[in-house]
């Protein structure tokens, strides 16, 4: 088999959201009353460069076999921070930048130590953790509104050279600069191992514990990003924005073909994912669908999605297999 | 079969059974048969193929050939439960109560009293206290949860859920092995009223004097193979442990070196002791040679490696490396350089592989930290190391990166086995690696074994095939109940010699047997 054909084989997930991704999005601009331009495009780039940033997050938890319930609290802190430190001169809006990244980062390594060394299930780690984050976020901003540097956050929702959606360079850069490195690093491969077989991966003298870490970590930053991606859009905080987020995260997750299982997966499949559930909800818009049946239309292709997800513990043989 | 004609006819009757787990077989062409009104002992050494007689007459296993016979009408299982309405019951070895129920609810967990699905609660407790007074734990409060009881009476916990499931044929599996003396007597008292009262029992155990204090009729098993079924008097404990081990030598290994043993130790474990597993286990291990561990299966010889390898909490005792005290805290740990220590697990499919990675990232999971460029793996470094353990090992293999779990068993072992060579580990724990391999397999890793020693590797070898350890090893540690029963070196090392101290026999008692 060349290599071509067993690379696609075995990221048949990625591939397949981004089959449906590519059919779904002819679909979307065939109903477009103003059809292919530059300004859909970075339109459409733009409506699901967050929920990207935000599901890329998701991976890594659940490749660890794991979940980050918490993960649109995160962004939604991220975001409320970001309205009040992300403004004025360019050096206080580049220090605000930072300290909204670090804070992602922070509260995905909290989430990460509780995972890890207070050695309690996910689900429960990060929807108590996400709650505090909720309640950080309502302290900073009890009510929408605030301020982010606009000259910033133009630059961000734009084109690039005038025909590349400058958020779509945004996600490529952090694909290259944060997703590449970490992937191929010990840690990264870490992360596999953990989501594969945490028992051989310890047996092997995997630091297990340092893989889970990072992956949680990475997550809140990953979700700081979308935040402030976020603040980008509508140049103000909202300390509530996050609820829909940790849902359509694992959602696209799923959609993008990583296993719930953990282990397999990656990154680009969730980038499509994420935009499939956009882009879906661009063409029910277009169509002339009721907005009340959206997010009806919504939960069925999630199901769907799930279930397709399922169908691998159909194959398994042995029922005892799945009982873990 | 030389036991047809009795004075009555069998009740349980297989004929022609076998079972091949890939390329293993099992069980092979076994006739067998028990009545009622007898206590029928199956013995044979590990992997003889009593377990999966018994798993096959339980239901929990389907033969790929055979017929099996209840009181003269054939019957075919498919699941455990179907056996048992056919009145086919166990007792395993391992503890099936579920710890957070309560001793009555584990009693009747298949078959409640009660009505229209509803449990009849006082029913079910009185029933409960009967059975237990019937198994002698009159003392056993039937509301307490089950994990507050200690192993010995959970056993015989187990015993009264059977009893509650009315059996006609009663398996034992090892079912004696976590009970003090005193509880063994009452065991055996409740197993001879139940023959008394005309129950078929099955009695699975490898201790010589229980066998010979119950059984009525003993069948030994070896290589999947029914050797031969006799009256229990008939024959000597040495004639029955000649019958275990058998005449063939079915695998050829490497010539050991003429003295591997006077090197300085490169690992000296001094009372190495954990929980009630392991006692005071004292062993040094030089460089080129291969140690054997010993013994029954589940004496220590699985906690002593894991101890070694870091992978165990609150171990006491001193572990040397090289004239250096070790501290191993982690498998991690374990692997540096420094300690240079490698680990072959038990349970290839769970311990040893991540089985949906590909074989490329399997190979190099433990020695990643050879392969990079700056912060990240090199793949083109990778690439080459993975082809030359290809190569080394003569892995079959289609493409090294499809899934570690598309290679056969043999092959995903010497996977399991050449990722410890990337790490240059000195010291090798192996933990019974050629369990489930194919003969060739088996012969290319005792050759890699031989290797590796005398390239200067010091090797601690688990294995539950005696022939192993007499074909392989420099010196043998029988472990019995946690603790170092006997060491064999050179010519003291016979399969003979080997099961004799497994068994806890005392070595005299062979002469005497041989004797008379």
Known sequence: MSGLLLHLRQNYGAVLAITIFVILFVVFLSLHPRGPSVYVMTTASNTGAALA?????????????????????????????????????????????????????????????????????????????????????????????????????????????????????LIVAVVLLIWVPF???????????????????YMSGVRVDRSKLAAYSLAGLFAAIGGLFLGFQTFSGDALIGVPYTLNSIAAVVIGGTSLYGGIGGVIGSIFGAYILRTINGVMFFAGAPPLAQPLFEGIILLGAVALAALRVVRIRNRLEVMD | MSDRGGADAPFLEMVGIAKHYGGVHALQDVDFACRRHSIHAVLGENGAGKSTLIKIAAGVVRPDAGTMRLAGEEVRFATPPEAMRQGIVCVFQELSLVPDLSVADNIFITQPPGKWGFIDRRRQRRRAEALLARVGCEDIDPLERARNLPLS?????????????????????????????????????????????????????????????????????????????????????????????????SQVYPPKPAAATNGTPSLEIENLTWQDRLRDISLTAAPGEIVGLGGLDGQGQRELLLALFGALRGVRGTVRIDGRRARIGSPAQAKSTRNGIAMIPEDRKTEGLMLPMSVRENLTIAGLSKMMRHVVIDPRREGARVDELVERLNIRVGNVRDAVASLSGGNQQKVVIAKWLVTEARILLLMDPTRGIDVGTKQELYGLMRQLADEGATILFYTSDYDELVGMCDRVFILYQGAVQHVFAGAEISERNIVRASLNLSLEDVSEDAAG
Request: hydrophobic residues 50%; glycine residues 10%; proline residues 3%.
């Open chain 2, 153 to 249: 009476r959970r056993q015989l916990v187990e015993l009264a859920t059977a009893l509650a499931r009315d059996p006609k044929v009663l398996i034992l599996d090892e079912a004696t092995s976590a009970l003090t003396a005193r509880d063994v007597d009452a065991v055996f008292r409740i197993l001879r009223e139940l023959r008394d009262e005309g129950l078929a029992i099955l009695y699975i155990s490898h201790r010589m004097t229980e066998i010979e204090a119950i059984a009525d009729t003993c069948s030994v098993f070896r290589n999947g193979r029914h050797i031969e079924t006799f009256p229990q008097a008939d024959r000597s404990r040495d004639e029955i442990v000649h019958m275990m081990i058998g005449r063939e030598i």
């Open chain 1, 183 to 201: 992937k191929n690093s010990v840690l990264g491969r870490g992360v596999y191992a953990a989501g594969s077989s945490e028992v051989a991966a």
């Open chain 1, 53 to 169: 940033f935000v599901a890329m997050g998701q991976t890594l938890p659940v490749l660890t076999g794991g979940l980050d319930l918490s993960i649109g609290s995160i962004l939604a802190l991220c975001n409320a921070l970001a309205s009040e430190v992300v403004n004025g001169s360019p050096e206080r809006v580049a220090l605000g930048v930072v300290l909204v990244l670090l804070t992602g980062l922070a509260c995905g390594l909290i989430n990460g130590i509780v995972v890890v060394y207070g050695r309690i299930q996910p689900i429960i780690a990060t929807l108590a953790s996400g709650a505090v984050y909720t309640g950080l976020a309502l302290l900073i901003r009890p009510i929408p509104g605030g301020e982010i540097d606009d000259v910033l956050s133009e630059a961000m929702t734009y084109e690039t050279f005038g025909v590349i959606p400058t958020s779509l360079l």
